[in-house]
């Protein structure tokens, strides 16, 4: 009998997270950690699987902010308690973009604090949970950004932080060969992140790279979250061990047999 997967999902209530969560329950048959700091919005995913009764008893959530240790702490311990006390997998999906203003115009603090929730974050759940990660021959997806290989006027600390994460992946592929490891862009997705761009990009962004922005909205180009979302659920679940240390695209060629059909 097949065991069914368990995986960390960071940034779960809402946006891409939401969708990961949702489809590696329902279409990969995999238990679900999340994590978020609304548990109002926690609750509300957690009801909305639970009306079918099939996916009952799939979905935990912890409420905490990512860049507490003792969230990290927490969620890797709820882990060990659960479906068998297994972790095969996490989703490092939290992330903020501000902030959204040119280098000169920024504050060291509001650096540190990217830095904290894109980065830092991610290195003390890693830490947490590499145990864990290395008995099962788990998987670790960093949700990465185009800002990683890419520079965006008013974006700095966006794109460095992004940068610094994809590098910290290729460095964990290395160390740990018994865990596969995988950094996705997930394209331009209809979430929250996207509004504030619309929003405040108004004046932290040069006009050209702010208005493109705007016509993928207004001529709904903006990807569903569940298109990459897919991609990335599938990979947690399943990813081939021969491709980590890898930096994709969620729409490249080599992915496509983990797209939605």
Not at 114 to 137: G, M
């Amino acid at each position: 009998m097949s065991i069914s997967p368990t995986l960390i999902i960071t940034g779960a209530s809402r946006g891409i997270g939401r969708s990961i969560a949702l489809l590696a329950i329902q279409n990969l048959g995999a238990n679900v950690i999340g994590v978020a700091r609304s548990q109002a919005a926690l609750q509300e995913l957690s009801n909305h699987i639970e009306t079918d009764l099939q996916l009952k008893d799939r979905f935990k959530f912890v409420v905490g902010d990512v860049t507490v240790e003792s969230t990290a702490a927490e969620v890797v311990d709820v882990a060990s308690k659960s479906w068998g006390g297994r972790l095969d997998g996490l989703v490092l999906n939290a992330g903020v973009l501000e902030p959204l203003a040119p280098i000169a115009k920024t504050e060291v603090k509001d650096w540190k604090h990217n830095f904290d929730v894109n980065f830092f974050s991610i290195i003390t759940l890693v830490q947490h949970a590499l145990p864990a990660l290395r008995e099962s021959k788990g998987r670790v997806v960093f949700v990465s950004s185009g800002a990683a290989v890419n520079a965006y006027y008013g974006w700095g600390a966006y794109c460095a932080s992004k940068a610094a994460l994809k590098m910290f992946g290729e460095s964990l592929a290395m160390e740990e060969s018994d865990i596969t490891v995988i950094s996705i862009r997930p394209g331009v997705v209809d979430t929250d992140m996207q509004a504030v761009i619309r929003r405040e990009g108004v004046t932290g962004m040069i006009p050209t790279q702010h208005a493109r922005f705007v016509d993928l909205h207004t001529s709904k180009k903006l990807l569903h979250p569940d298109q990459p979302g897919h991609v990335i659920a599938s990979l947690a679940v399943k990813a081939p061990s021969s491709i980590s240390g890898k930096f994709f695209s969620w729409d490249d060629e080599e992915l496509e047999a983990h797209r939605k059909p």
